[in-house]
């Protein structure tokens, strides 16, 4: 299939024409580097997200406030833009498919259906031939009392609705996994074993509607309390057989999609080097966020480019670099103050966590070389809450090593 192009900018004879624009479900900090990227090649946006402030809406041409399934909402979007992408997963399927049927829309509402549903997901690596943790499906109690011991001690994780490890409980024995499973309130799950491994890595890729497919390489992601927490960037962060292999298993598992649109996939490196598939997601991805600061061409660019139908390019990484995620933990805690220097009065720990006035070190923090401040302009800073990220590019991997070690300090991040 050929796609149709969407040039950027104002259209028709002597550009009298209307400005080109796109749409985007969910207002998010993904949207709004969306919009960012859109903005910055001519297009206009629109935003579909309920809050009356979210981090896209707030920088979007237009803010549509309403729900995903909201026909009046769904109908503005589709009469003011040629195209709509999405920057999450769990957007509802029927919203996608009313969107397909008159609009270009990618990634397909197919492709999201599946990558929602942990079930259908695995089924779907399995169908690539790429190796996935040892799993069993729990719909029924049937499933629940069959379980293979081998599985154990596991994660047991809903189908849906899961992100920055919710809905997810890790299990020792069959008696945790009956009570995690009913306090789940016995939603479709899979329980997966729990693999003692290395080290984790995603890939991100971009294809157009063409077939053409490009991509970033891999990187290497540290999580914490099952939420990214650093993301490093560079040749070397692994060995370039697992590389080569991470980059094709996830061109594989986009082309078996038929995908259009931005994908990342996440790995687990076992401690014998072998690769094991974790999860997709449909978008854009927290771990690519360094692709801004340091790549010829960003992750959100590609999402505008495989939606508007314009050429792909291969990606060329111009610095090494390292990403640290900037959660609201980093507010509450007064910027780790309070670990390092325990308060001898609890009452006033109360006082600090909550103060209002508190912002972390910035100016400190941005007196250091090559460090890319993101904030997302969320106004609570919720423990576990994205509220930006800092990217850190330098001339060498031991440079930015150093600077961004540095940052974390100043922040109270934990070392890496
Ligand atoms: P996100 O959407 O933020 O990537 P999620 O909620 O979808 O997260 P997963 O990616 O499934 O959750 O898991 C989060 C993290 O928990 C993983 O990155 C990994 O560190 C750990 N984890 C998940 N599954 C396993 C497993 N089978 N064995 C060991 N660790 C695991
Ligand atoms: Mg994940």
Not at 50 to 77: F, K, M, R
Not at 141 to 148: F, K, N
């Amino acid at each position: 299939m050929s796609a149709q192009v969407l040039l950027p900018g104002a259209t028709g004879q002597s550009g009298s024409g209307q400005q080109t624009t796109l749409g985007v479900m969910g207002g998010g900090q993904l949207g709004r580097m969306f919009v960012h990227a859109a903005q910055s090649m001519g297009y206009f946006t629109v935003v579909l997200d309920p809050d009356v402030i979210s981090p896209a809406g707030l920088v979007s041409h237009y803010h549509i406030q309403t729900d995903y399934l909201d026909e009046q909402g769904l109908a503005q979007l589709m009469q003011r833009c040629s195209a709509i992408t999405t920057e999450f997963e769990n957007v509802p399927a029927p919203a996608l498919l009313t969107l397909g049927g008159a609009r270009i829309t990618s990634p397909s509402a197919e492709s999201v259906g599946i990558a929602q549903d942990r079930i259908k997901e695995k089924a779907h690596f399995v169908r690539c031939g790429v190796p996935v943790a040892p799993y069993a499906v729990i719909q029924s109690p049937a499933q629940l009392a069959a379980v293979a011991d081998e599985l154990l001690p596991g994660i047991l994780k809903t189908a849906r609705l899961g992100y920055d490890g919710k809905g997810q409980v890790r299990v020792a024995t069959r008696t945790e996994l009956a009570s995690a499973w009913a306090a789940l309130k016995g939603v479709p799950c899979v329980l997966e074993k729990m693999l003692p491994h290395a080290s984790e890595c995603s890939v991100i890729v971009a294809r157009g509607a063409d077939g053409a497919c490009v991509n970033f390489a891999p990187q290497l992601n540290l999580h914490r309390d099952g939420i990214l927490a650093v993301t490093q960037a560079y040749t070397g962060n692994m060995p370039e057989n697992l590389a080569s292999e991470a980059v094709e298993a996830t061109k594989s598992i986009a082309n078996e999609l038929n995908y259009v649109g931005v994908l990342c996939v996440e790995f687990f490196v076992l401690a014998d080097g072998m690769l094991v598939v974790n999860e997709m997601a449909p978008r854009p991805h927290n771990s690519g966020h360094y692709t801004i600061d340091s790549c010829d061409v960003s992750q959100f660019e590609l999402q505008v480019r495989t939606l508007a139908g314009l050429p792909l390019s291969q990606p060329r990484q111009h610095s090494p670099a390292i990403m640290l995620n900037l959660l609201g933990d980093l507010w509450q805690n007064n910027g780790g103050k309070s670990r390092i220097n325990p308060l001898e009065n609890q009452s006033d720990k109360k006082q600090l966590e909550s103060d209002p006035n508190y912002s972390p070190p910035w100016q400190q923090v941005l007196a250091l070389p090559g460090v890319h401040l993101h904030l997302y302009g969320k106004l609570k800073a919720n423990k576990g809450r994205k509220m930006g990220h800092l990217t850190v590019t330098g001339a060498s991997v031991a440079q930015v090593r150093e600077t961004a070690l540095a940052a974390a300090k100043l922040l109270g991040i934990d070392p890496f």
